[in-house]
């Protein structure tokens, strides 16, 4: 049996599950309910070549969400697995586009597309859990979905093996997040017997990239978008983050190999010294001296004017070399014409984080790409010329800034990202959403349908030794797309500052202390420009 439903715009073929299939609907018994669920393993969908190897009832209980998030009881649901487009490419290796999608006994009507990491190459519980503040998408009834977008990695989240086959690398930059999604809106339509009423996709790094794909490859497929920390010019980013080390290295001392030691090209005194410095010129900028630079327009912040030694070195001060390095290394990559090649970074309190998971621009150890980056020396204009005719660069996400389509069916686009992020400069994200503005229609007219939120303190999607990386933009995408409440700030907390709150304000805003009140609480800051 075949029905027709519409999911967004368009209308899909539902699944058949075989001749003689009764729907049950979402709200019988339990038994009904993995009936129903076990009968997704004889799934079949036009236009796609598709294996279920995964069909069964997950009960209620604790699972784990990553990046120290601890555990989430999980409701019951349905899991699916499988895998779409199966083959064999490049060097006989075995492809096909992975997912997982979690169906909730208690449906809330929604569904919702979790965007991957890094390389992707694994495909990742399905929960939901960016930006969502304490609670993930799954437990709040959202049926969720997640890919390996293609391929299958064997040596960790970097591994780029399957760019040797030209389909996997397809399906990677854009081909598998498109077909995921009108999959597993028509498993869901089956499995609840109606479409979705609204669909949204949220995801950071890579998955913010792909988040942006969705608006703008996909404009129909979305009611709802979250795009944090894009990962949308990774060859750009990864020249723009050679260009730190180079820079800095330049002036590190040197082992006795002749080798730059960047451990120790600032003590430990000398980042100290370097955070004091940046927060007695930029934090009161946003009305308060609280250890958070909401104010990055306002900030002026020059190493060589206050930290530059008259003298010999000493605690309160720099070398001259290491305030010209710290100056260079924060512009940016130019080239021999000045032209800026990628933007620089912030000041910000996260420059100098270290221990696990992303270091800060000032604390070059070991991280999830490796050891630190030992070059000094660094051609901006070798490097940007390969990108520019580099084939994996032409689909550029931020080249495309014509989303007419999705604004006028009401798609909504919202954007964050850390300001202390080491890996995507948070100023790359705040061109493309300028350049956006300008393509259509005007900053105002786009802050309609699309808003930019930058979080002070946070690093690469979430952490920071001083930030409030705890915030539920899902639920204003929400509001915004069924209520139509424009988020003009988003509160926010964190580990870092227990009992504090802040608003996130939609760029170029930021948060001000109003003069009175507890400056510990969100509801005492305003929105200013």
Known sequence: MKIRVAAGMALVTCLSLGPGHVIARADGDQAVRETRCTALAGTQAPGFSLVITRAEGVGAGPAAQGRGRGAVNLPAHCRVEGTIDRRTGAEAKSYGIGFALALPDSWNGRFLFQ??????????LPLGAQAVGDVPALVRGFAVVSTDTGHQASGGAFDAAFMRDQQAVLDFEYVAVGRVAVLAKEIVARYYGRPAEHSYFAGCST?????????????????????????????????GDR????????????????????AQIF???????????????????????????????????????????????????????????????????????????????????????????????????????????????IDVDKEAFALANDPRQVGDTKLWTNLNTFA????????????????????????????????????????DWSRLFLVPGMGHCA??????????????????????RSPDAIRATGRSFP???????????????????????AANFECRR
Not at 213 to 227: C, E, K, N, S, W
Not at 470 to 483: I, Q
Not at 502 to 518: M, T, V
């Open 115 to 124: 965007g991957g990491g890094g390389l992707n190459g694994t495909v990742g």
């Open 207 to 239: 998955g913010g990239r792909e988040a942006m794909l969705m608006a703008q490859r996909y404009p129909t497929y979305f009611d709802g978008v979250i795009a944090g920390a894009p990962a949308m010019r990774t060859g750009y980013s990864g020249l």
């Open 243 to 262: 260009w730190v080390a180079a820079t800095l290295n330049q002036t590190a001392p040197k082992d006795a190999a002749g080798k730059p030691i960047p």
């Open 267 to 377: 003590s430990e005194s000398d980042k100290r010294l370097i955070v004091k410095a940046l927060l007695s010129a930029c934090d009161a900028k946003d009305g308060v001296q609280d250890g958070l630079v909401f104010n990055t327009r306002a900030c002026g912040f020059d190493p060589v004017a206050v930290l530059t030694c008259k003298g010999a070195k000493t605690d309160d001060c720099l070398l001259p070399r290491q305030t010209a390095a710290l100056t260079k290394a924060f512009a940016g990559p130019t080239d021999s014409h000045q032209n800026q090649i990628y933007p620089g970074f912030l000041w910000d309190t996260g420059i100098t984080a270290s221990g696990s998971g992303i270091p800060g621009l000032l604390s070059p150890g070991p991280g999830p790409l490796g050891p630190p980056n030992l070059s000094t020396e």
């Open 408 to 447: 006028s069916r009401g798609g909504k686009l919202a954007f964050y990202h850390g300001v202390s992020d080491p890996w995507f400069s948070a100023l790359d994200t705040v061109d493309y959403y300028e350049k956006l503005g300008a393509a259509n229609g005007g900053a105002d007219k786009v802050a």
């Open 463 to 484: 952490g920071g030794a001083a930030t409030l990386d705890s915030f539920d933009l899902l639920t204003a995408m929400v509001d915004w797309v069924e209520k139509g």
């Open 499 to 521: 009992g504090r709150s802040r608003p996130l304000c939609p760029y170029p805003a930021y948060a001000h202390y109003k003069g009175s009140g507890d400056a510990e609480d």
